[in-house]
């Protein structure tokens, strides 16, 4: 597990609560815990804004739940929800010392809308800021009352934290056209703040997606579902409308570093019909400073949020990215040559450097709109404003998809025969102190003599590697006694 200094610096750098943070860092590995396990490994599909985020590019709506599509039926049971959740809970707590107690886990089964069964999980954490009193939770919505049109794939999960396992996190997902369909009927719907945001921001992105497959796949989940097929008129005069202009502070405000002005989200909806509807497309916006003969033409600015004070970069630039992706003009404090610094309001667009390694941060100054560019050493300072700005250039700064993403391999996936045993779950490279235990195998317990933390190995062996225990203190025993064993 992380220490908590690392969740601070992370969440200084993202501009967010460190609580958030710390959700979002549990949230990866309740994703590998998941997709881990046999029995949830190949059925359950991964779905929602906290897929796009984790899964295919960052939208900086740092999210609270998970939310699965589980091609197995038999799976919305209380006893198997409490049963594998326990497995899973053990396994995370053995390979990253995260904690989700037995007590602060509950699932409640419930019929939907359509009178279908679904389920609702709140599963309970003690990560790195070592809260006091109960645990905060995680939520996850259940059903298998969805038509997935198109078959599961493998994605990877960014995790931007110290502690990535070896390999990384994978995780079956919906593939980028069935989330985006997904989202627009979710958005037809119920009309929630969180769906107008997460569709302008895949809108925004060019990821090259198959417009005509968005369209067949919503057109089949509306179907399903028993709604007509979203328009512009019908989301302008839902019942819905007026409370999804009320609730844009109170649902969106505490997971963005500033909340965008509901407007700039709401006026972008005719873009996307008409994407929608294959209608005539704007000219392409021009590119800013990537022509200037000094630009390495070789770098890109990594895809998803990152700790770019590990690489030596104080300056505050997933705030800028934040405030990019947004549309959001920065507040930005420089220091110019003559080392006097002063304040200016920028539209910021791209990041580039130069052949002898300096870092570039392209803007439009918005006082006179004139361009300009700022070597990214100097800059003291950035807040991201709720002043909304139409791009003049095209916006680089939040990239399009993940750098790290697999090679898409698209194939349908099936529910797991009752005839066959679960596939095991495939061997992946893992750090050094990790066990990388498959789920089901003999293990023996030991437990510290020291700190109680317990500790599982394939051979009877008491010796212990230098942990830290439950207070995220480093412990001074290498000793532990056997406690039992596990199959």
């Known amino acids: 597990m992380i220490d908590r200094q690392e969740v601070l610096e992370f969440a200084g750098e993202v501009g967010l609560d460190p609580n958030v943070v710390e959700k979002d860092y549990v949230l990866g590995w309740m994703l590998a815990g998941i997709s881990n396990h046999p029995r949830t490994r ?25 939310d699965f599509t589980l091609l197995d039926a038999t799976h919305l049971d209380e006893v198997f929800l409490r049963a594998t959740f326990a497995e899973i809970g053990q396994w995370i707590y053995d390979e990253s010392g995260i904690e989700l107690p037995d007590t602060a886990r509950a699932f409640q089964l419930y019929a ?70 997904e989202k627009f009927r979710a958005l037809a719907e119920r009309e929630r703040p969180r769906d107008l945001y997460d569709v302008i921001h895949l809108h925004r992105h060019d990821t090259g997606a198959d417009r005509a497959a968005v369209l067949e796949i919503l057109t089949l989940k509306c179907e399903f579902k028993g709604i007509p097929v979203p328009t512009l008129e019908s989301l302008r005069g839902s019942p819905h409308h007026g409370a999804l202009r009320a609730d844009w502070k109170q649902m969106l405000a505490h997971q963005l570093p500033q909340l965008p002005p509901f407007e700039a989200f709401w006026d972008e909806l005719p873009k996307v019909f008409d994407w929608l509807r294959a209608a005539p497309m704007q000219e392409q916006l021009p590119v800013m400073g990537s022509l200037r003969s000094e630009i390495d033409q070789t770098w890109h600015a990594p895809a998803m949020a990152s700790s770019w004070r590990a690489q030596g970069v104080t300056a505050p630039l997933e705030i800028i990215r934040f405030a990019a992706a947004n549309r959001l003009c920065v507040d930005l404090e420089y220091q110019d040559e003559a080392g006097r610094t002063s304040t200016r309001t920028i539209e910021p667009y791209s ?137």
């Open 112 to 181: 939907n809308p359509r009178g279908k069964a679904s389920a609702q999980g709140r599963v309970g954490y003690r990560g790195p800021m070592q809260r006091q009193g109960d645990p905060p939770r995680i939520r996850l919505d259940l059903t298998d009352d969805e038509r997935v049109v198109r078959g599961g794939e493998r994605r990877t999960v960014h995790h931007p934290y110290s502690d990535v396992p070896g390999g990384g996190i994978q995780v079956l997902s919906y593939c980028f056209e069935e989330v985006f369909a």
């Open 42 to 66: 190949d059925s359950w599909l991964f779905k929602g804004g906290t897929c796009l985020k984790k899964c295919y590019f960052e939208t900086y709506r740092f999210s609270e739940d998970l």
């Open 351 to 487: 990041l580039r450097r130069t052949s002898a390694g300096d870092l570039l941060l392209y803007a439009v100054r918005s006082q006179d709109g004139q361009d300009r560019s700022y070597r990214v050493d100097r800059i003291r300072g950035a807040r991201a404003t709720q002043q909304a700005f139409a791009p003049r250039y095209l916006v680089e700064l939040s990239a399009t998809a993940p750098s790290h993403a697999p090679e898409i391999v698209r194939s349908p996936v099936r529910a797991p025969s009752p005839f066959t045993s679960p596939r095991a779950p495939s061997v992946r490279p893992r750090a050094a102190t990790r066990s990388g235990r498959p789920f089901g195998q003999a293990r023996y317990v030991f437990q510290c003599s020291y700190c109680n933390k317990k500790f599982e190995r394939s051979q009877y062996d008491g010796a212990l590697n230098p942990h830290k225990t439950k207070d995220g203190y480093p412990c001074l025993s290498r000793i532990g006694y056997y406690v039992t064993t596990k199959y």
